[in-house]
């Protein structure tokens, strides 16, 4: 509540007139020490007032969608390549100010040069990996550096059958993989510590392809749709799945680079 009082511009007194109850008694909701909790008339009136649903106004949900609209806690969205490229801006936008968290499916989509994006995207059935990849790259393109927070988890298997051109990485071609592990070594140095890269070990944690947009959603890739994830507690969950993964990770943002070199020692 403390927010929507911030973001209105106005007073306790304007606030609380607004929403038809007495000042005394939303000085009393917004004490830190206090126990008290709003009515359900009240918390309708604020709703109403402030355009937020009740959902997020009771903590169940991490986004604050207009009263009108119905949030459920966990939704499956189907998209095509337009819809989900603009559904991606809408998240990343959205996610400003706060740290953006992924575990990707292969490469770090911010890192993939066009060869790889070609090689990877030559199906039509992956068109939501592309769109990802896409705005990925229109995001780098503008800024020259992520102008968000980044964490990115990746196993340490991945770029190693991609250095030595095994599983499905075996018709892509020597250049291109060298020259792929080379453009990454570039990027990590340039853009730590707003980029930071952390390999761990497939062998002793798993984990699936998914983003956590800050503490306002969170989208589990699961091969041209996301489970999107809007409940708190779930969103929560997910954070410390994350959190798990960096404290078990076997490289640091500290040694990124000298993984990814090590890794280029081994392209055949």
Same mark, same amino acid.
């Given at each position: ?85 603009? $559904? ?53 393109? $503008? ?126």
């Amino acid at each position: 509540m403390a927010l929507l009082i911030s973001q209105s511009g106005n007073n306790l007194s304007q606030f609380s007139k607004s929403i038809g109850i007495d000042r005394s008694a939303l000085s009393q909701f917004l004490a830190p020490d206090s126990t008290r909790l709003p009515r359900a008339e009240t918390l309708c009136a604020i709703s109403r007032a402030c355009g937020v649903s009740l959902d997020w106004l009771m903590g169940l949900i991490a986004n604050d969608g207009h009263n009108d609209e119905i949030v459920p806690s966990i939704e499956i969205m189907q998209m095509n390549e337009e819809e989900a490229t603009r $559904k991606l801006e809408e998240w990343h936008r959205e996610a400003i100010g706060y740290k953006i968290r992924y575990v990707p499916n292969t490469l770090p989509d911010l890192m993939r040069i066009d060869e790889v994006s070609e090689f990877e995207f030559k199906y039509n059935h992956l068109f939501i990996r592309k769109a990802q990849d896409q705005q990925a790259k229109q995001h780098l393109n $503008k800024t020259e550096k992520p102008d968000t927070d980044m964490e990115v988890c990746i196993p340490m298997q991945t770029l190693e059958l991609f250095a030595k051109g095994e599983g499905v990485w075996k018709e892509l071609s020597r250049d291109v993989r060298q020259k792929q592990l080379e453009h990454m070594l570039k990027l990590v140095g340039e853009f730590y510590p707003t980029f930071r890269l952390f390999f761990f070990d497939q062998q002793a944690v798993y984990s699936a392809p998914y983003t956590l947009f800050g503490p306002l959603r969170a989208a589990v890739y699961l091969g041209n749709m996301y489970l999107l994830v809007n409940s708190v507690d779930h969103i929560k969950a997910l954070t410390q799945h994350f959190d798990r993964l960096i404290r078990l990770a076997t490289v640091g943002p500290d040694r990124a680079e000298e993984q990814i070199q090590n890794y280029l020692n081994q392209v055949k």
